[in-house]
């Protein structure tokens, strides 16, 4: 539940860190700075003349706030069924796993989101040239980021524990 928790909190820093990242490293005339059709066809056009930073943006959020939305709905649905089976927790403290487990997670998370960002957009111009796709993979990337963090943190997490705990004794 924790790292659900975490990630949770994570994927939004995880997101415009995405999005600054692309437009850190794309010029103002990118192709990636693009329209979907159905953007503007719902927006009315006020788009159009838009900077193509801020239609990357909100093409981007057009994505990542209904992942995220449904995230949250999912941990949600998990805290109160926990609750409802097991009754209210009890505090107590953290496991040094978890401890070590925290920090690498987020930082390996705001590594791997910008990283499954410019790979995707690596393969999209390899496999479809043209292609409008950056505001998609700016906006799932931090999902993405997420999955691929969570195996490679708790790999690195058991040392750290390990090490830390030698050290407390």
Same mark, same amino acid.
């Given at each position: 539940?924790?790292?659900?928790?975490?990630?949770?909190?994570?994927?939004?820093?995880? =997101?415009?860190?995405?999005?600054?990242?692309?437009?850190?490293?794309?010029?103002?005339?990118?192709?990636?700075? !693009?329209?979907?059709?159905?953007?503007?066809?719902?927006? !009315?056009?006020?788009?159009?003349?838009?900077?193509?930073?801020?239609?990357? &943006?909100?093409?981007?959020?057009?994505?990542?706030?209904?992942?995220? /939305?449904?995230?949250?709905?999912?941990?949600? %649905?998990?805290?109160?069924?926990?609750?409802?089976?097991?009754?209210?927790?009890?505090?107590?403290? #953290?496991?040094?796993?978890?401890?070590?487990?925290?920090?690498? =997670? +987020?930082? &390996?998370? @705001?590594?791997?989101?910008?990283?499954?960002?410019?790979?995707?957009?690596? /393969?999209?111009?390899?496999?479809?040239? %043209?292609? *409008?796709?950056?505001?998609? *993979?700016?906006? &799932?990337? #931090? =999902?993405?980021?997420? +999955? &691929?963090?969570?195996?490679?943190?708790? @790999?690195? +997490?058991?040392?750290?524990?390990?090490?830390?705990?030698?050290?407390?004794?």
């Amino acid at each position: 539940m924790t790292f659900l928790r975490q990630s949770a909190l994570l994927l939004p820093s995880a =997101f415009l860190l995405g999005v600054l990242l692309f437009l850190l490293t794309h010029a103002h005339n990118d192709p990636g700075f !693009g329209n979907y059709p159905f953007f503007d066809q719902w927006a !009315g056009g006020r788009f159009v003349s838009a900077s193509p930073e801020l239609r990357l &943006l909100l093409q981007s959020l057009l994505f990542f706030l209904p992942a995220y /939305a449904v995230a949250l709905l999912f941990l949600l %649905g998990i805290v109160l069924a926990e609750a409802a089976m097991f009754g209210p927790r009890e505090a107590r403290r #953290p496991s040094g796993y978890a401890r070590a487990f925290s920090p690498a =997670f +987020a930082i &390996l998370l @705001l590594v791997a989101s910008p990283a499954v960002v410019f790979e995707g957009e690596r /393969a999209a111009g390899r496999l479809a040239p %043209g292609a *409008l796709v950056a505001p998609i *993979l700016v906006g &799932l990337a #931090p =999902f993405a980021g997420a +999955a &691929l963090a969570a195996v490679p943190a708790a @790999l690195l +997490a058991a040392p750290i524990a390990a090490v830390r705990r030698r050290e407390t004794r």
